[in-house]
C-alpha cells in the first residue's frame, strides 16, 4: 500500500474524531483503507462516528453531566433544581441534602425549646438523686400549659444575673443549673438544727444527702411573688437560693421528668413534698 494512502485527509479527520474526549468508544474499529485511500471501509467508518458523535451531542444537550458525574453515572437533575446548580457549590452539594439537614436541625431545636431538652448533671450538688454523669429529660409543657412549678419539682434553670460570672474563655457555656423547689411564693424558708422549715413545718426530705443540714443555719425567709427557692439535694455542698435568695420562675427552663442515664436508674424523677408536723 503506499504511504501516502495511509494518511489521507479524510482518514485524519476520521482519527481526530474518534480521539474527541467526549466520544464514546465502546469496542475497537477494524479500519480497511483501500489503494486510493479512502476505500468503503474508511467511508464507513466516518458516517459511524460521525452518527456515534451526532447522537453523543444530542445526548449532552438534553441531559448535560460533569465528567465527575458522568464516572459516577449521577444525573444532574439529582443535585437539585436548575437555580440551585447555577449557584457556585451547586455541582457539588445536593439541593436535598441540604434541605433534608435543615428540615432535621428545625425539628431538633424546636423540640428542644417548646417539648424537652436532654441535660446531664456536672456536679454532686444533687447527690444522692443525681451523679455526675446521670443524664436526664427536662420536659417544657407541664409549666406552660398545665400548672406552675411547684414544691419537690426537680427543675433546670439559668441563674439569675449576677449570681455566676460570665467566663469569656467559654463563651458555649449556657450555666444551667439543676436544683430542687422547696418553696414557692408566698412560703417562708428557714433552716433550724439540721432541717429545713416550711411554713413553721418541718420537712421530711430522706432524698438528701445524710438526712440533714449540718454546715448552716437559714434565718426566715419569705419568697416573693412569682419566685421560687431552690436547694441541692446535697444540701451541705450545693451552690443554692440560701446563698443568693429566691429564683425568678421566669429563668426555669423545664422539669427534670426522667433519668435515662445509666441504664439501672432509668425511670421517673420522683417529686418530694412531704412535710412533717
Known amino acids: 500500500i503506499p504511504k501516502a494512502s495511509l494518511f489521507t ?13 467526549n466520544a464514546r468508544r465502546k469496542s475497537p474499529l477494524l479500519v480497511h483503507v483501500g489503494n486510493d485511500g479512502m476505500g468503503d471501509g474508511g467511508q464507513s467508518l466516518q458516517n459511524m462516528t460521525s ?5 453523543d451531542d444530542e445526548k449532552f444537550a438534553t441531559n448535560p453531566m460533569s465528567l465527575k458525574d458522568q464516572e459516577k453515572g449521577i444525573p444532574v437533575e439529582d443535585y437539585g433544581p436548575k437555580w ?38 456536672p456536679s454532686l450538688s444533687m447527690y444522692p438523686s443525681f451523679d455526675i454523669g446521670d443524664r436526664l429529660i427536662a420536659e417544657k409543657v407541664t409549666y406552660r400549659f398545665q400548672r ?16 455566676v460570672k460570665k467566663s469569656y474563655l467559654n463563651p458555649f457555656s449556657d450555666n444551667v443549673f439543676i436544683k430542687r423547689i422547696v418553696a414557692t411564693g408566698g412560703d417562708t424558708v428557714e433552716v433550724k438544727k439540721g432541717k429545713l422549715i416550711i411554713n413553721g413545718i418541718k420537712r421530711d426530705e430522706p432524698y438528701i444527702k445524710d438526712g440533714k443540714i449540718a454546715s448552716y443555719e ?4 419569705t419568697v416573693p411573688k412569682g419566685y421560687v427557692f431552690v436547694m441541692g ?5 450545693s451552690y443554692d437560693s440560701h446563698i443568693w435568695g429566691p429564683l425568678p420562675v421566669e429563668n426555669i ?25
Open 9 to 21: 485527509k479524510s482518514t485524519s479527520q476520521v482519527l481526530s474524531r474518534i480521539r474527541r474526549p
Open 51 to 55: 452518527s456515534g458523535d451526532d447522537n
Open 84 to 121: 440551585w446548580r447555577s449557584l457556585p457549590w451547586g455541582e457539588y452539594l445536593s439541593f436535598y441534602d441540604v434541605e433534608t439537614i435543615i428540615w432535621a436541625l428545625g425539628l431538633s431545636t424546636l423540640i428542644r425549646l417548646v417539648i424537652a431538652e436532654p441535660r446531664y448533671i
Open 148 to 163: 406552675p412549678p411547684s414544691r419537690g419539682d426537680v427543675i433546670i434553670f439559668t441563674p439569675s444575673e449576677g449570681v
Open 218 to 221: 437559714l434565718e426566715r425567709v
Open 233 to 237: 439535694d446535697n444540701r451541705d455542698n
Open 253 to 277: 427552663l423545664g422539669r427534670a421528668s426522667w433519668k435515662y442515664w445509666p441504664p439501672k436508674a432509668f425511670g421517673e424523677v420522683a417529686k418530694g413534698d412531704s412535710l412533717k408536723q
